[in-house]
């Protein structure tokens, strides 16, 4: 028991190297959930057809809908695999964050906060209700961590301030 309140201690000690030395893995984790779920939302838009989007886009009273159908896939797929690879995240987290942001007040909103919604189990499965803009919040937390705590390590993002370093020097 002693050994684990040590090492508790150690992980939570402001000045600790421990610490330290962990906290800068932080953000690989961010980046592969959330990239990989952009590319996943990304990919399922493509997979079911944009023009299907597109209509729901029109539905919703968004405007031009096939155009901005086609802006939020790509966003998705590109500013996802941006994300994962650690490659400009600051530029790519704006957009990312404008298509959260749109899904918040365009869909999610009037369902509360909860993500998930267990309304009955049957036969058939688990039946659930409309998500909440939970997972939409959880999605612009991580990005604003990665912008104002950086990549990581290996991050594009870390490869291009090295170079900007070595020009510059």
Do not use: N
Request: positive net charge; aromatic residues 8%; contains cysteine.
């Amino acid at each position: 028991m002693e050994m684990v309140s040590q090492l508790f201690r150690s992980l939570t000690s402001p000045d600790s190297t421990l610490a330290a030395s962990l906290a800068r893995w932080a953000p690989i984790p961010l980046r592969l959930i959330v990239g990989y779920g952009f590319i996943a939302h990304g990919y399922a838009k493509i997979v079911k057809h944009p023009e299907v989007f597109a209509m729901i886009l029109q539905a919703l009273g968004v405007p031009a809908p096939h155009l901005m159908a086609w802006a939020t896939i790509l966003i998705e797929l590109l500013g996802g695999l941006a994300i994962l690879l650690g490659a400009l995240v600051p530029l790519a987290s704006i957009p990312m964050a404008v298509v959260l942001l749109v899904a918040i007040f365009t869909v999610h909103l009037p369902f509360g906060f909860t993500s998930i919604k267990l309304m009955a189990v049957t036969a058939a499965g688990p039946q659930f209700g409309p998500p909440g803009y939970e997972t939409d919040l959880l999605y612009l937390a991580c990005l604003v961590a990665l912008v104002i705590g950086g990549s990581g390590p290996y991050a594009v993002d870390a490869l291009i301030k090295r170079s900007i370093q070595r020009f510059t020097a």
